[in-house]
């Protein structure tokens, strides 16, 4: 027990240290950084590095990422010292370059093969790698050859194991590999029914007017809807609607209509335009939500429950209650 | 995608008189007295059929479904090429009107039109001749003409007309 409060004073001594340590490594790291950008930038003064063709894709990123790095250490430097961060033009530029960064995302993901590839092959360059089916590690296309070159090594390779299952030896077929995912194993009929559930519900209207409404894919749609429209109203149809739509527009057909739809129109329906009533069965599939919801909750209930409980025993010992 | 407006004037202005009440509704003759707004969409070039295919939205609000024979003028002017050559077909109209949506194919000459439509359409142009009578009659024809080979088919043929 005595002990306790000396292990403590020494923890708190030792951050300060720790702390004094890491400024000073900082502050070399700085000093250093400056040396090395001095001769580049009167490089850059004199002319030497060239600009006039503007700047790549992957370059910019870099200067954004560095630039955002500063403004943070400085905005951090500014809340350690205690000055107001308010109106400052610090927090406004970190937000532009926030946002040009997250703009620049969807770019990158549609680079990212050819990135990967070249990233690939600047990595493995000095290594001589056999020509694995016609790859040439600058061609960006998709090469069916490919899949050619896979189909003649696995008919080889299957020549070979009846051979030698012929001769006694078991050899296992070489094909594609895949990952083996141990967490995996047998999953609880619990889990199952949960992860169904969530699938059914992301499937709802509401959850797909969130999505919708959160993705930045701009939005296509079409105020009059298709040629079929009318003949049915929910999910289900809507989806049949749609196939019917796209098939008759792709073959230059028109479809005649089936007898089944026929007897839908005849019977009390007619033909209507949807109201949001025809769609109210969507809670159905929001039932997975619920459960997802509740386990979160969980956590803060009890913590909740616990403060109650602490603070209501505080009171009633110290304190008295007034009526 | 091309873009065609027309608007057509009203040729004479309302006088009390000429308007004619019908259970409420008003009975004027201004029929075309309306925008045609013509838009396509999927456009493909065809090169096996010699041909431009598309699909063909039609806006046309406060008016009936549009003519055939309209719309194909109207599309011959938007890709320039000759009435002739443009064939249109499969039309319908949304429900609660003012839209059709129908499919349209622009040959590259009237030759190729007359090699690859299908007869029906070929007729409906004007271009081609429905075969003469009844279904029963054109089924037994043919039946007849299975009996015989190579020429003779087509000297009994003349030999009926």
């Known amino acids: ?323 | 995608m091309g873009d065609s407006d027309e608007k057509q004037k009203k040729d004479r202005e309302i006088e009390s008189e000429d308007v004619d009440e019908i259970d409420g509704k008003r009975m004027d003759g201004w029929a075309d007295a309306a925008t045609v707004t013509i838009r396509t969409r999927k456009f493909l070039t065809n090169r096996l059929l010699q041909r431009k295919q598309m699909v063909v939205d039609v806006i046309h609000p406060g008016r009936a479904t549009v003519a055939k024979e309209e719309l194909r003028e109207k599309l011959a002017k938007m890709y320039k090429a000759n009435k002739e050559v443009v064939s249109v077909f499969g039309f319908k109209t949304h429900f609660g009107g003012g839209k059709t949506t129908g499919f349209a194919l622009i040959y590259d000459s009237a030759e190729s039109l007359k090699k690859f439509e299908p007869k029906h359409r070929l007729v409906r142009i004007g271009l081609a001749e429905a075969p003469k009578g009844g279904r029963k009659q054109r089924k037994e024809k043919k039946n007849r003409a299975k009996k015989l080979r190579g020429t003779k088919k087509a000297k009994a043929a003349a030999g009926k007309k």
């Open chain 1, 1 to 323: 027990m005595a002990d306790s409060p000396i292990a403590t004073s020494t923890s708190t001594e030792n951050k300060p240290s720790e702390l004094s340590v890491i400024l000073k490594d900082l502050k070399s790291k700085v000093t250093e950084l400056k040396t090395q950008l001095k001769p580049i930038i009167q490089r850059y003064h004199d002319g030497e590095i060239k600009t006039s063709k503007g700047v790549s894709f992957l370059e910019v990123k870099y200067q954004l990422m560095v630039q955002y790095i500063t403004e943070l250490a400085y905005y951090v430097h500014l809340k350690l010292s205690g000055k107001s961060i308010e109106n400052h033009p610090v927090v406004n530029s970190l937000i532009e370059l926030r946002v040009i960064l997250d703009k620049m995302k969807p770019i990158e993901n549609k680079l990212k093969y050819q990135i990967d590839k070249l990233v690939r092959t600047a990595v493995m360059g000095t290594q001589k790698q056999p020509e694995v089916g016609n790859q040439d590690p600058l061609a960006f296309k998709p090469n069916p050859m490919n899949l050619l070159a896979r189909d003649e090594e696995e008919e080889e390779e299957e020549e070979e194991g009846e051979e030698e299952g012929k001769s006694g030896v078991y050899r296992p077929p070489k094909l594609a590999p895949v990952v083996y995912d141990e967490s995996k194993g047998r999953k609880s009929k619990y889990e199952k029914d949960q992860e169904r559930l969530r699938e059914r519900s992301s499937r709802s209207r509401v959850i797909r007017d969130l999505m919708a409404d959160m993705n930045d894919a701009p939005e296509e749609v079409d105020a009059m809807g298709g040629v079929n429209e009318g003949m049915g109203y929910g999910e289900r149809f809507d989806e049949q609607l749609k196939e019917k739509d796209d098939y008759e527009e792709n073959n230059y057909v028109r479809l005649a209509v089936t007898r089944k739809e026929k007897q839908r129109l005849k019977a009390k329906n007619r033909m209507r335009f949807e109201t949001e009533f025809d769609n109210l069965n969507d809670f159905n599939n929001l039932v997975g939500i619920q459960d997802v919801e509740e386990e979160e909750n969980e956590r803060f209930k009890n913590v909740l429950n616990r403060k109650r409980q602490r603070s209501e025993s505080g009171a009633g010992r110290s304190k008295k209650r007034s009526r």
